[in-house]
């Protein structure tokens, strides 16, 4: 079944029932149904076809929930992008993913016209606010006004849902292209591990940007049925008022969020009662951070791994131990081998990497025939995760074999960061680290080789950054060294880097 047929039963089963509340505004199910119909003529009126790229350069919002729901209805595939993305990331995006329509809003919008000359696929600017129209670019609200009639559109399961964007060592990104039956298997897969119900109420605070928040959150809270409170920002007293006040029962975050919930003032005064199920993910969840927690408020969070590639693979189990420090087990349909160098599965309790094999993996790496080859061996996914699995089966990731930094549980790619250092002029050579960092589990080092008779600042550093690439992928920590460690192939041994 495809995504869009999924959610129809939803639609059909619930018209009435509160779907979405976000910034004090709400849908019912059958009311997201009508608006994303008419969307989806109108962009089917423009020219977009089954297998078109969408791509999403906006907050969560009503626009970007009705964007994702219609292009599902039409078969087109949505193309998330973080919205602190700046130029050279979009570019890259987009040019890459040949969209032929973005959704974004005025905040951005300057942005996007900075690299527009580099986009000849690039057709449609949807803009969400009315200065779209000032620009000659389709305002939001034009969507909506149109004919509500169903789609009919003929969409196998082995067709394109998301295009989610990746990386590894090398920086370039990929885009991983997950079908209809990598999204349905996975969310029904979750249904049935987390006991997710029409019955529930759902807080979402994650950005939609990040398969946790989309393809997880609001896929999962349209596939189940549930009404769902959306909040544009995590904030953590607003987090506890709202179970509070509301009587919330499921709530998704990453480790850095339960962090700030523990330092809400007088955290343990608010009634968190009404919760079934708070789960994290996104990175690893420290067995002290889960210990406070639990005597705090009387909870023992549900961890969970997953990966752009193939949405969820692993959780805790509803019923029974959560495992402190662990991932649980393989997901229904999901089958796990750690295996060493020579692809042999390794004994209990020995470190190995993790390849996997499911419903949920994607077909490809977006027109990279080769990633997607180097990335399969005998019908397994090699993950680039360095994990153990002890006696009773519970899984541990403990490290990565692909050098990515995870920071409050967004992946972050070290060669992207360093090429940007490496730009400045006073910069000879420079290698990006992550480093324990209590709050968001890795923070980013970058050390640094100056050129002959130059001088620069940590200050100076963290500002040019700044200035190129999302904040949240700006060094925290800057080291000025005379020389980086290498081995004899001349490989810098990052991992020295780490330590000093």
């Known amino acids: 079944?495809?995504?869009?047929?999924?959610f129809k039963k939803t639609f059909r089963k619930f018209p009435g029932k509160t779907s979405i509340e976000l910034d004090g505004q709400t849908a019912t199910f059958s009311e997201i149904d009508a608006a994303t119909n008419k969307i989806a003529n109108r962009l089917r009126g423009l020219g977009v076809e089954k297998g078109d790229r969408i791509a999403q350069y906006v907050p969560n919002s009503f626009?970007?929930?009705?964007?994702?729901?219609?292009?599902?209805?039409?078969?087109?595939?949505?193309?998330?992008?973080?919205?602190?993305?700046k130029e050279k990331e979009i570019a890259y995006f987009l040019r890459d993913s040949e969209a032929k329509v973005i959704v974004t809003d005025a905040q951005r919008l300057p942005v996007l016209e900075g690299v527009l000359k580099d986009l000849p696929a690039l057709e449609h600017i949807v803009v969400t606010d009315s200065c779209g129209q000032n620009g000659g670019y389709i305002s939001f609200s034009d969507l909506l006004d149109g004919d509500d009639s169903e789609l009919d559109v003929d969409i196998a399961d082995d067709d394109g849902a998301f295009i989610f964007y990746t990386s590894g060592t090398t920086g370039k990104s990929k885009g991983a292209?997950?079908?209809?039956?990598?999204?349905?298997?996975?969310?029904?897969?979750?249904?049935?591990?987390?006991?997710?119900t029409a019955d529930d109420l759902f807080l979402l605070t994650l950005p939609m940007f990040h398969i946790h928040g989309l393809g997880v959150g609001l896929c999962g809270s349209l596939y189940n049925g549930c009404s769902t409170i959306i909040r544009g920002k995590f904030n953590a007293a607003n987090v506890l008022n709202t179970i509070h006040n509301q009587k919330v029962t499921l709530f998704m975050g990453v480790p850095t969020m339960y962090f700030r919930l523990l330092d809400v003032e007088n955290c343990e005064k608010y009634d968190v009662s009404s919760m079934r199920l708070f789960v994290s993910g996104s990175a690893p969840l420290s067995k002290e951070l889960f210990a406070k927690f639990h005597k705090t408020f009387g909870h023992r969070i549900l961890e969970r791994a997953g990966m752009s590639e193939s949405m969820m693979n692993y959780s805790n189990p509803y019923d029974g131990e959560r495992r402190p420090g662990t991932v649980g087990f393989p997901l229904p349909g999901v089958k796990a081998r750690i295996v060493d160098e020579n692809f042999n599965d390794v004994p209990t309790n020995v470190e190995g990497e993790i390849v996997i094999k499911g419903p949920n993996l994607l077909k490809e790496y977006w027109r990279n025939e080769e990633a997607t080859r180097k990335s399969f061996k005998n019908g397994w996914f090699k993950t680039g995760d360095i994990c153990k699995r002890d006696a009773d089966g519970y899984i541990s990731i403990v490290g990565r074999s692909k050098d990515i930094i995870i920071s409050g549980g967004v992946n972050l790619y070290p060669r992207e960061i360093e090429e940007v250092i490496e730009s400045m002029p006073a910069v000879k050579?420079?290698?990006?680290v992550g480093v324990p960092d209590e709050e968001f589990g890795e923070a980013v080092k970058a050390c640094i080789i100056l050129e002959a008779g130059e001088t620069l600042t940590a200050e100076e550093v963290i500002a040019y950054c700044k200035k190129r690439l999302a904040s949240f992928k700006k060094p925290k920590h800057v080291e000025f060294l005379d020389e980086l460690p290498k081995n004899a192939m001349g490989k810098i041994v990052k991992d020295r880097l780490k330590n000093s």
């Not at 729901?69 to 998330?80: D, N, Q, R, T, Y």
């Not at 990598?182 to 969310?187: D, G, M, Y």
């Open 1 to 6: 079944m495809s995504i869009a047929g999924a």
């Open 63 to 85: 626009e970007l929930i009705y964007t994702t729901v219609s292009s599902f209805k039409l078969g087109a595939i949505v193309v998330p992008m973080n919205v602190a993305f």
């Open 177 to 196: 292209l997950l079908t209809q039956k990598n999204v349905t298997s996975n969310l029904q897969a979750l249904h049935e591990a987390w006991r997710w």
């Open 429 to 432: 050579e420079a290698a990006v």
